[in-house]
């Protein structure tokens, strides 16, 4: 399997709704990453976790919480985002740091394309 | 994080020319640069990389050239044909770690 996969494909929430997004690799990489895209921009990058412990936190606001709860898993839950928030949020992994041939980034998921009314 | 300059914004070619992106970046301690393609509502995907501690790197039409002295790398594509035609980014790593910076992308179109 050299996929990472994301559920859903698309989501259309209200300010106020609670909802998460989903990753799924199962590569054995040890490093996962949520990056949000807006259109015509590059990638941005918003959280890392190593070996399932949070490593990078780019000064994202606390609507946004990641949560790891294994090797395999990466979720981001939602709450209370603004019409701003709207964008593709992208999944990635990548083998761990200081494993053989480590490298930061090798596979994006297909997104979650995320509107918020 | 840092900043990688990626150049030109828009490049157009005529199928069978090459393509030439050229990409700055600022942290000497970078040492990997990955470039990827996204078409138009894809992810986007890895195509090539390259590490410090190589020059350049090919992959049948596709080359990657770095000059660690003066902080450039480029992403050359020879023989284009029109399903090339995508946005291309540039990206190095920050603090010899995990976080990739991105360059603001390359919208690359091949005319028949």
């Known amino acids: 399997d050299t996929e990472v996969t994301q559920t859903p494909k698309h989501l259309v929430m209200g300010m106020t709704n609670k909802k998460s997004l989903k990753c799924e690799q199962h590569?054995?990489?040890?490093?996962m990453y949520w990056y949000k895209q807006k259109a015509k921009k590059p990638p941005e990058l918003m959280f890392v976790y190593s070996y399932e412990k949070l490593s990078i936190n780019e000064s994202v606001p606390s609507r946004f919480s990641p949560e790891c709860p294994n090797s395999s898993l990466l979720n981001l839950h939602l709450h209370a985002l603004q019409p701003e928030d709207s964008a593709l949020y992208l999944c990635?992994?990548?083998?761990?740091?200081?494993?053989?041939?480590?490298?930061?980034?090798?596979?994006f998921g297909p997104g979650t394309r995320l509107t918020v009314l | 994080g840092e900043n990688v300059e990626q150049h030109p914004s828009t490049l157009s070619v005529q199928e069978g020319d090459s393509a030439v992106i050229k990409c700055t970046y600022s942290?000497?301690?970078?040492?990997?640069f990955p470039w990827y393609k996204q078409e138009l509502g894809k992810r986007p995907q890895l195509i090539i990389d390259?590490?410090?501690?190589?020059g350049e790197k090919k992959d049948q039409r596709i080359a990657v050239t770095l000059n660690k002295t003066a902080k450039h790398f480029s992403l050359h594509i020879t023989e284009t044909q029109p399903e090339d035609s995508a946005v291309y980014f540039c990206?190095?790593?920050?603090?010899?770690?995990?976080?990739?910076?991105f360059g603001k992308g390359t919208s690359l179109l091949v005319t028949p």
């Open positions: 590569m054995g990489h040890r490093a």
């Open positions: 990635a992994s990548s083998r761990g740091q200081g494993t053989s041939g480590g490298l930061p980034l090798s596979f």
């Open positions: 990206a190095a790593n920050a603090n010899s770690g995990y976080a990739l910076n």
């Open positions: 942290d000497s301690a970078s040492n990997y």
């Open positions: 390259i590490r410090s501690n190589v």
